[in-house]
C-alpha cells in the first residue's frame, strides 16, 4: 500500500542550530501535511501543501513540496527548545484518509 | 481543548473485560476517524466515518468495534484485548484538511 518514508527517525541538535527533516514517496501524492507531537500529546496539524514545488514558511519553519510531488521537507532555523517533539509528514490520498511517515523525533539540547 | 475530546484518557483493562472509548467533537466536521499509536509503529488508521457511514475499516480486528450515533460522537467499543493491543488510540476529525487530533486514551491491557 501506499508509504511515506521519513528521515531521520531521530535527530539531536543544539539549541540554534538548524533542523530538517525529509518525507518520500515512491507514488506522486495528491497533498502532504505536516503534523507536530509534543511528548505526551497528541498530533497538531501544522499545514498542508498542494501545488508542485510550493513553498510555505510559518515563522521559522519553512515547508517545501518537490517538483514532482514525491517529496517533502520541513527545515526549522535556529531550533529553539519550545521545537521538541515528533513531527510528522502523512499523505492527503485521494480519498482524504491521511497515511503518516513514522515521523522524525527531535530533541534539542539547551 | 483541541475542539475534539476523548475520554477516558487513561484505561487499565483485563484481556477479558470490555470497555468503550469516547470522543466528541464540536467542530461541525463531517469526517471521524480513530488511530492507534504504538510506540514503534507509525500511526495506524483504524476506521473512518463519514456523516456517520463507515467508509473504511483498515482490517481491524473484530475486538474493535467502532460506533458512530451522530457526526459529533464516535465510540470504539473494546473487548477480549490482547496486551499487543496497548497503546495511544487517537480520534480526529475533519472537514476538508487538516485533521484535529483529540488527546488520546492511553490504554493499557494487562
Known amino acids: 500500500g501506499q508509504q511515506v518514508m521519513q528521515i531521520p527517525q531521530y535527530q539531536h541538535v543544539q539549541e540554534g542550530e538548524d533542523f530538517t527533516t525529509y518525507c518520500n514517496s515512491s507514488?506522486?501524492?495528491?497533498?502532504i501535511q505536516w503534523y507536530k507531537q509534543r511528548p505526551g500529546g497528541h498530533p497538531v496539524f501544522l499545514i498542508q501543501?498542494?501545488?508542485?514545488?510550493e513553498v510555505k514558511k510559518q515563522k521559522r519553519l519553512t515547508f517545501q513540496f518537490g517538483e514532482a510531488k514525491k517529496n517533502s521537507s520541513l527545515h526549522i532555523t535556529a531550533t529553539q527548545t519550545t521545537d521538541v517533539g515528533t513531527y510528522f509528514c502523512?499523505?492527503?490520498?485521494?480519498?482524504?484518509?491521511?497515511?503518516f511517515g513514522k515521523g522524525t523525533k527531535l530533541s534539542v539540547k539547551p | 481543548e483541541t475542539g475534539v475530546t476523548q475520554t477516558p484518557r487513561h484505561l487499565v483493562m483485563g484481556m477479558t473485560n470490555k470497555k468503550s472509548l469516547k470522543c466528541e467533537q464540536h467542530?461541525?466536521?463531517?469526517?471521524m476517524y480513530w488511530y492507534k499509536q504504538s510506540a514503534k509503529k507509525p500511526l495506524e488508521l483504524m476506521f473512518v466515518?463519514?456523516?456517520?457511514?463507515?467508509?473504511e475499516n483498515n482490517s481491524v480486528p473484530s475486538r474493535f468495534s467502532p460506533e458512530c450515533p451522530n457526526s459529533s460522537h464516535l465510540f470504539l467499543h473494546l473487548h477480549t484485548l490482547q496486551p499487543e493491543d496497548s497503546a495511544l488510540y487517537l480520534c480526529?476529525?475533519?472537514?476538508?484538511?487538516?485533521?484535529?487530533f483529540g488527546s488520546g486514551t492511553r490504554l493499557t491491557v494487562v
Open positions: 480526529a476529525s475533519s472537514q476538508e484538511w487538516g485533521y484535529t
Open positions: 507514488t506522486t501524492l495528491s497533498n
Open positions: 501543501l498542494v501545488k508542485s514545488g
Open positions: 502523512a499523505d492527503g490520498g485521494s480519498q482524504g484518509n491521511l497515511i
Open positions: 467542530l461541525g466536521h463531517n469526517a
Open positions: 466515518y463519514n456523516f456517520k457511514e463507515q467508509t
